[in-house]
């Protein structure tokens, strides 16, 4: 008997055998290089009535699309909605406390854990039996050193050693816990509440998407795919629903190499959303006309690019560029859905669940991001309360919450005797910060001057050496390892960020 559905994989390989459709063997190696998700066995679910659709009745004439109203209210809810100008405190509603005293816990046993299994062949060293259980405030601090560069003014933030010491034992997970099903077990706990507060906290506006995003891992990992149309192409691969608007990540799901539908990672995806008459963009590894019908009943909108043979009539399956004049379209619809095909260089496939056979200019204003999920919702959130407020890109944003949680803002204020824990009284205060210098030639300071926690990425800029009675146009010799040059300008010092880890 015919199952009621198989899955087609990515790479058009039959993943229970091993073997390509022709029959041949083909390594694990050629199978990564085939597509954009490598090794992957999740794939696209035809089902019985997808691959007899072109027995259905598809016209020409007479669409309508079938409306649907979009009922919910966008923009931040619950918790979100509060009344601040202080984007730390848009962040905190992400990266909680109660996240950060998981992360305390976990970290604090694995150094106990680590400690107690030393043994004669595995001395840890000095520096590890020197170990004091880390805190909520110190793993703030921690967090947002990683913000930045390692730089004369963070030293006084925390010491070098006991940030080294937190990055060694830092932990999400209790190992011993893990039953060997979950392949995300030591992030799982981070993972899971910080999804459920995305989900929370926001509203996303009518239009969404559903697409793939990379994060780069160059370890050893068994689900670690290729993805030759990614700017990042080797890494981990996850499933992300964003809103069209503002980006802001609703959703996502991490992809483990475990095989299943993707009908059912969409649905996933959607969540609470669904029935709610929203409107969803994907591309053609998506889309189907089953998924169209699917997401139609839970009263969902469905518009992207569609592959061959993904139950689309047989006038559009078989139709070449001699079939079509340039800027030409031939659309057919089954009265739930339309399937056209546009010719621009080549033959463009769609489906529409929710538009006319119209084509209309599109402008393409934002190609994505790459910034650090969490602190990225948040700045959204942040600007959806505050329209007017000061700290409207990602930089100032972020340079305000490092103000915020160093030695320059309120965490320092809030310890016991307002002394810092690494750099002692006053340390790193904002007076202690003033270039001064006015009357003298520039040149780069020997700590951190004010302007680099307030914003003033501009300042970086080249500036002339001043002219002297002897020298109108004075220089300066630079030697490096096999060249000598002499040069006439300076830079003056700006912000400089690292890879954090928020």
């Avoid at 959130?381 to 490092?402: C, D, M, T």
Wanted: net charge positive; with cysteine.
């Amino acid at each position: 008997m015919e199952p009621d559905s198989i899955i087609i994989s990515r790479t058009g390989c039959d993943r229970r055998n091993g073997k390509t459709k022709d029959g041949n063997d083909r390594t694990r190696g050629q199978q990564m290089r085939r597509g954009r998700s490598a090794g992957a066995r999740q794939g696209h679910a035809v089902s019985r009535s997808e691959r007899s659709a072109i027995q259905e009745e598809w016209k020409k004439e007479d669409w309508r699309p079938r409306d649907i109203p979009f009922t919910a209210t966008p923009g931040p809810r619950g918790a979100a909605r509060l009344t601040s100008d202080q984007p730390i405190d848009f962040v905190d509603l992400n990266i909680t406390d109660e996240l950060l005293q998981t992360i305390a816990e976990q970290t604090n046993l694995y150094a106990e854990q680590t400690i107690a299994a030393e043994t004669r062949d595995n001395l840890l060293g000095r520096r590890v039996h020197s170990w004091k259980k880390v805190t909520v405030q110190e793993l703030r601090k921690f967090f947002v050193i990683g913000l930045l560069m390692i730089t004369p003014h963070f030293n006084k933030t925390m010491a070098q050693n006991r940030f080294q010491l937190i990055w060694r034992f830092l932990h999400f997970s209790d190992n011993q816990a893990n039953d060997g099903n979950d392949r995300l077990y030591k992030v799982r706990p981070v993972l899971d509440h910080v999804l459920s507060k995305f989900g929370d906290l926001y509203q996303p506006n009518s239009n969404i998407c559903i697409d793939e995003g990379m994060m780069a891992w160059c370890g050893r990992l068994a689900f670690r795919v290729y993805n030759p149309q990614k700017p990042i192409k080797y890494g981990i691969k996850s499933y992300i629903i964003c809103d069209s608007e503002t980006g802001y990540c609703f959703g996502m799901k991490p992809y483990c190499g475990e095989a299943g539908n993707l009908g059912d990672t969409v649905v996933t995806l959607l969540d609470r959303l669904a029935g709610q008459g929203y409107k969803l963009y994907m591309d053609n590894f998506y889309n189907s006309v089953a998924l169209a019908d699917r997401l139609l009943q839970m009263d969902t909108h469905i518009c992207g690019t569609l592959r061959k043979n993904r139950g689309e009539p047989q006038t559009i399956t078989n139709i070449s560029n001699s079939d079509l004049e340039p800027g030409k379209i031939i659309s057919l619809h089954n009265n739930r859905v339309m399937v056209l095909a546009w010719r621009d260089k080549k033959i463009v496939k769609m489906i529409t669940s929710l538009h006319q056979d119209e084509m209309q200019t599109a402008e393409v204003w934002q190609k994505g991001h790459n910034e650090r999920i969490c602190l990225f919702n948040s700045l959204i959130l942040y600007k959806a309360r505050n329209p007017q407020g000061e700290h409207w890109k990602f930089l100032p944003f972020i340079l305000s919450v490092v103000r915020s949680l160093t030695t320059l803002g309120h965490a320092r204020a809030e310890e016991a005797g307002g002394e810092d824990e690494a750099g002692g009284e006053d340390a790193g205060g904002e007076e202690e910060l003033d270039v001064g210098r006015q009357n003298k030639e520039p040149r780069a300071p020997s700590r951190d001057p004010q302007s680099r926690l307030t914003g003033g990425i501009g300042g970086h800029v080249m500036a002339k050496y001043r002219a002297t009675h002897k020298k109108k146009n004075p220089s300066r010799v630079c030697r490096g390892g096999n060249f000598t040059t002499a040069t006439t300008a300076m830079a003056v010092v700006a912000p400089h960020f690292g890879l954090g880890a928020l």
